[in-house]
């Protein structure tokens, strides 16, 4: 059978179809998570019911979904962005580290501000820092050709490590014993509450802002244009006098920035401390949100909301029934997989001949 | 005591083939995908469900190989998930390889607390103990830093010659680097590319299940959440070091696991104070390092990434 199938380009894509792909994928993805919840012994409606309910069923829960989504929609759209140039950058959990270390350097005393001036620094920090954690990444590509997806990943590690080596030397709260956690950020620097006794911050704000910035930019800017370019065809638009070189420093750049970002939203808005724990993953589960959203930065929204209601849904599911929470991971890798192959189908038709 | 006397131990050296022994069998699985044209990302989270499935199936009362050969087919099982994807489907490797680690790792997380609920402290089995090779063990030093090792440390170094042959000396072998160099003439041969590409993925992912099941079931005798640690994402690196040479593989992951074993003993005896992170740093910035060195005379097989489609000119 292998042998006859083959795929065939669809002419067009209803824009139906495009829209439908990964809710068909996301579909599938339950339904597949749901033999393991029948495994456990409990009733998968219940489940589901209880991960919703746990998601968005109260106030509260909103709250928290939401402020678990600022993070991930800033490293959906830095994976977004690389990706739309085929630049794998599969670090943005290292640049992330890197944003809050930024931040926490210039937000526990090196400079004071008021908060209209300290907020902009800080995300401004956070994305230098955060971008220049790819910098050598990008550079070894460049001029060395090394690949990107193994630098990045590496770095992840080496990033994490000194975070830690910082944490428990020169950067300690010398207020604190014990745990390792570096100075609070001070209180011009930290984010506004959006909501009244919840941990919803101005970072969310600033996320859909992001995204809404990026998808100006990817669409209407010749920046844009030629990471799209660099992305779809590389020979093609170095031939077309794009410089692929610059255009990819760029492209590192802006998502290494983004998801330095991220970085800032969690240190000074929901934790207000730079700690080891500041992200449970929140960068590779930033690829995850880019995939659901075809990278579509304007998707990376409703993608990230997705994910972040996976999380925070399980979180109080598992307090409920007897089902482990790494069923969240588990389902947010089955959807992303399930999506992917479902917007491949969009694309291409299968004939068996 | 300096860098000579620590060469000059038994405990160096066997710890070096200790160290290296679950980066041999990785390393070899990624360079037979890579060889066959795939680049299998899937490598980590494969590494970690071989941990946990071969550990599991002694813990359930298995025997030790039945566990390896639990824990080979567990991989191969993922990999041909990864291979359906990327080889069948031609969908990006990169995205679909990142997938199947986020899935096999969390899986494995998953299905750990569900046999295992209440474990506090991890337990523990009985893991592959010591083998005396008779005779060649007796050998001083030498016998006690080479042959004094448990039998998957054996296993390991001789499947390199067994993988080198498989390649260079087979029509298998032939096929799956054609299938990495040059997809449309392996086709023109009358061969199924996809067959030799899938293939080659399942293998090589069973290699890095058994590279995993290493740490749970001779290294260690518990399964802790994150042992893998980045482990697999240096075999890529070691594979690019290696330049897609089984012999070198070998070499590159001896080494590697050398100046690993080197700087934790060197850590333990310097007189000046470094702090422990940048001691753990060093196999991540070696990998690094590594890649720098052997950019230059990097030859990637031809066709790696790049999805076979029939009847497609390329």
Not at chain 2, 178 to 188: C, I, L, R, Y
């Amino acid at each position: 059978m292998a042998r006859a199938m083959r795929f065939e380009p669809r002419e067009r894509v209803s824009v139906l179809a495009a829209a439908a792909a990964p809710l068909a994928g996301v579909a599938v993805a339950l339904l597949l998570c749901s033999v393991l919840i029948l495994w456990t012994g409990e009733s998968v409606l219940e489940a589901y019911w209880l991960l919703l309910k746990g998601a968005f069923g109260t106030k509260f829960a909103i709250t928290e979904t939401l402020s678990r989504a600022t993070p991930l929609i800033l490293t959906g759209l830095a994976a977004a962005v690389a990706f739309r140039a085929k630049f794998w950058n599969i670090g943005a959990e290292g640049q992330l580290y890197c944003g809050a270390l930024a931040a926490t350097w210039v937000g526990t005393g090196l400079l004071i501000l008021p908060p209209v001036l300290m907020i902009p620094l800080l995300f401004l920090a956070g994305a230098l820092g955060g971008g220049a954690a790819l910098l050598v990444p990008v550079i070894l590509k460049n001029r060395l050709k090394v690949d990107e997806v193994v630098t990045t990943l590496l770095l992840n590690f080496i990033i994490l490590l000194f975070v830690s080596y910082l944490l428990e030397g020169p950067l300690k709260d010398p207020m604190l014993m014990g745990w390792p956690q570096a100075a609070p950020i001070i209180d011009e620097g930290v984010l506004p509450r959006l909501v009244e006794r919840s941990r919803l911050h101005l970072g969310l704000v600033v996320a859909v802002g992001a995204a809404l910035m990026v998808w100006l930019v990817m669409t209407f800017t010749v920046w844009g244009y030629e990471i799209r370019a660099v992305g779809h065809n590389a020979a093609a638009a170095a031939f077309s006098g794009i410089k692929i070189n610059r255009t990819i420093i760029r492209t590192a750049l802006l998502s290494g920035g983004l998801a330095g970002m991220a970085g800032v939203t969690e240190v000074a808005g929901l934790k207000g401390y730079l700690t080891l724990d500041l992200s449970p993953g929140f960068g590779y589960a930033g690829i995850a949100v880019a995939m659901l959203a075809q990278l579509h930065p304007i998707g990376v929204l409703a993608s990230a909301l997705f994910l972040s209601a996976i999380y925070v849904g399980a979180d109080s599911m598992s307090r409920g029934v007897n089902i482990p929470t790494y069923i969240a991971d588990v389902l947010v890798a089955t959807s992303m997989l399930a999506v992917v192959l479902s917007v491949m189908l969009t694309r291409f038709r299968i004939r068996f001949n | 005591m300096d860098v000579i006397e620590i060469l000059a131990t038994v405990g160096f050296w066997a710890a070096t083939l200790r160290i290296a022994s679950p980066l041999i069998f990785a390393t070899l699985g990624e360079l037979i995908c890579e060889r066959a044209g795939v680049l299998n990302l899937g490598i980590e989270g494969i590494m970690t469900m071989g941990a946990m499935a071969g550990w599991m199936w002694v813990y359930q009362g298995g025997d030790l190989w039945g566990g390896v050969l639990f824990a080979a087919a567990v991989g191969g099982a993922f990999g041909l998930l990864h291979a359906i994807f990327t080889v069948y489907f031609g969908l990006s490797q990169h995205v679909v390889g990142i997938g199947i680690t986020l899935l096999a790792s969390s899986l494995s997380f998953f299905l750990f607390r569900m046999i295992l609920p209440a474990a506090t402290t991890p337990p523990k089995i009985t893991a592959f103990q010591v083998y005396e090779v008779p005779y060649l063990s007796d050998i001083p030093f030498i016998g006690q830093a080479f042959f004094t090792q448990t039998p998957l440390t054996y296993l390991a170094l001789a499947v390199v010659p067994v993988v080198w042959y498989g390649l260079y000396r087979t029509p298998v072998g032939l096929a799956v680097r054609m299938a990495g160099e040059n997809p449309a003439a392996v086709e023109a041969q009358g061969i199924d590319v996809l067959a030799v590409r899938g293939g080659a993925v399942v293998v090589g992912s069973a290699f890095m299940a058994v590279g995993g099941a290493f740490l749970t079931m001779s290294a260690f005798d518990a399964f802790y959440f994150g042992m893998v640690n980045g482990r697999g994402w240096i075999c890529i690196a070691l594979v690019i070091f290696a330049s897609w040479r089984p012999m070198k593989a070998l070499f590159g992951a001896l080494l590697f696991a050398g100046l690993d074993a080197l700087q934790v003993r060197a850590q333990q005896i310097s007189g000046v104070f470094i702090p422990y992170q940048f001691f753990l740093m060093m196999p991540f910035v070696l990998s690094i390092v590594a890649m720098i060195f052997m950019s230059r005379s990097a030859t990637y097989p031809k066709a790696l990434l790049v999805p076979f489609r029939r009847g497609e000119r390329i």
